[in-house]
């Protein structure tokens, strides 16, 4: 068995913000999951193991509060709790599509995920699972062995260093807040962006992006 990660990009997906006794919900929804057809990886799952899988995976973690996921692309097989930046709060079969939506915590790696939807960064979300695969004319389908680990990690599009770069600059507590990465680092961030030059900024932003996610 190898563990097998699929994107699903960004406008498959809708960033909700509710208010509740004056406090901010933050929620992502949308398509988590997909079947019966050739995905960007060469991949494809069967509907109806799919199904039967996020079945069992609704009763086993979602439906008793213990569905997580995590922020970045963990490369192991099971879940972080120390990484943790939301939980699964339903998935349901549309046709050939899975449709999740998870609420982003309170934790270290949640409050990263609003600080970067609140300075306009685009996220995605990235299946996570355990499972072999089998080459049938030209495509590698997902057996019935496949374990989910999650349906969703949450992962960065092109934008986000620029929110966070934007977060740096402006001093948002969001972006060194709980001790996940030192004061001192943010203020050698800030001196970086601000010795690099215009036409070099777009590539620094992204290598500085990179080195933060490195140190979560």
């Given at each position: 068995m190898?563990?097998?990660?699929?994107?699903?990009?960004?406008?498959?997906?809708?960033?909700?913000?509710?208010?509740?006794?004056?406090?901010?919900?933050?929620?992502?929804?949308?398509?988590?999951?997909?079947?019966?057809?050739?995905?960007?990886?060469?991949r494809m799952y069967g509907s109806n193991m799919l199904a039967e899988k996020v079945e069992e995976y609704s009763k086993n973690f979602i439906e008793k509060n213990r569905a997580y996921g995590e922020l970045g692309h963990p490369s192991n097989p099971s879940i972080n709790l120390e990484r943790v930046s939301h939980r699964i709060i339903s998935l349901r079969r549309d046709g050939s599509n899975f449709v999740g939506k998870a609420q982003v915590s309170s934790t270290p790696y949640g409050n990263?995920?609003?600080?970067?939807?609140?300075?306009?960064g685009k996220l995605g979300v990235s299946s996570r699972g355990l499972g072999s695969l089998m080459k049938e004319n030209g495509i590698l389908k997902v057996q019935s062995d496949f374990l989910i680990v999650t349906p969703a990690d949450i992962v960065a599009d092109p934008s986000a260093p620029d929110a966070f770069v934007e977060g740096i600059m402006e001093g948002r507590e969001w972006v060194w807040?709980?001790?996940i990465i030192r004061e001192k680092t943010v203020e050698d961030y800030k001196e970086i962006v601000e010795?690099?030059?215009?036409?070099?900024?777009?590539?620094?932003?992204?290598?500085?992006?990179?080195d933060f996610l490195s140190k979560l």
């Open positions: 190898k563990l097998i990660k699929e994107l699903i990009e960004e406008e498959n997906l809708q960033f909700i913000t509710e208010e509740k006794d004056g406090e901010k919900r933050y929620y992502i929804e949308g398509v988590f999951m997909q079947a019966d057809v050739k995905n960007k990886n060469g990263i995920v609003k600080g970067l939807l609140e300075d306009g807040d709980n001790g010795k690099t030059s215009s036409k070099d900024l777009k590539l620094m932003k992204l290598k500085l992006f990179e």
